[in-house]
C-alpha cells in the first residue's frame, strides 16, 4: 500500500460531487475519512478510495451537530493521523420563492451550508497552524457570487460560505494553511435531479425539459461533471499560492 502523504476528510462524501473528491484526493495517495449522516452511506465510497491503495474510513457525521463534529474529527485522528485536508462539501439546496421559505427552511441551509463548515473548520485549524500546513476546501457554488430565483436560502448561504472563506483565508494568510471555495454551477448529481423533480412537480415541464433548463443557465451550456470540480480540489491540494479564491467552474471549455 502506497503511503498516504495527508489526510483528507471530505464532508458529504458518499455520492455525487463529495464521492468524486474523495476518490481523486485518494489517487492523489490521500488517506480519506469520507463522513456522511449515516456509517452505511459512506461505506461504498470508502471501499473504492481503499481500491486505489490508501488508507480510507467511513466516518458517520452530521455537520450542524457540534457533539458529531469534534467525535468525527477525533476518530479520523486516531484512525488515519491529523487532518491536513479538510473538504466542507455537504450542502442542502432546497428552492421556494421568498414568501414560502419559513424559518425552519432558511435556518436549516445556513445551518448545514454555514455553520456546518464552520464548526468543521474550527475542529481542525489549530492543528493545521501548529503543522503549518492545511488545505480548507469550501464547496460553494456560482449562487455563491451571483443571485437566482426562487432560491433565497440557498443563494444567501452559499453567499456567507464564500465570506466566511475569504476571510479566513486572510487570517491565516502566510501560516501555511490555505482556504479556497470552489464554485461551480449546475452539477450532475442528485441535487439537480431532486432540483428537477420539483420543477416538474411545480410547473409542468417535464424532468428532462427542466435538467436541460438547468443545465442551458450555465455559462457553457452543459451540466459540469462531479469528477471536473473533484480536479479543481485536487489541485488545490499540491498549490501553496491560492489562497482567499473563488475557483469559478461554469462549464466553458478551458482556454
Ligand atoms: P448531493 O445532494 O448528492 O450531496 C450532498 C451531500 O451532503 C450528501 O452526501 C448528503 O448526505 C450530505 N449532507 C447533507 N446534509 C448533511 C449534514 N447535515 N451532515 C452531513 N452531511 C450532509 O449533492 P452534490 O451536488 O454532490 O452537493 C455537494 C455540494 O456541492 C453541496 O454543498 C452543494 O451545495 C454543492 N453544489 C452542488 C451543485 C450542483 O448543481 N449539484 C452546484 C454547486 C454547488
Redesign the pocket.
Known sequence: MASPKRVALI????????REIALALAREGCAVAV???SRE?VEAAAAAARRLGVEARPVA????DPVAVTRAVAETVETLGPVDVLVN?????ESAPLLKTEPELWERHFR??VT?PYLMTRAVLAGMLERRWGRVIN?????GLYGAPYVTAYTAS?HALVGFTRALALEVAGKGVTVNAIC????A????W?AARTIEARTGKSFDEAVAAMARINPGGRLIE?AEVAAVAAKLLWDDGTNGETLILDGTPAA
Open positions: 464532508t458529504g462524501g458518499g455520492r455525487g460531487i463529495g463522513a456522511a449522516r452511506a457525521l452530521d455537520v450542524t462539501n455537504a450542502g442542502i439546496a448545514v451550508n456546518g464547496v460553494a457554488s456560482l449562487a452559499k461551480p454551477g449546475y452539477v448529481t442528485d441535487l439537480v431532486n462531479p
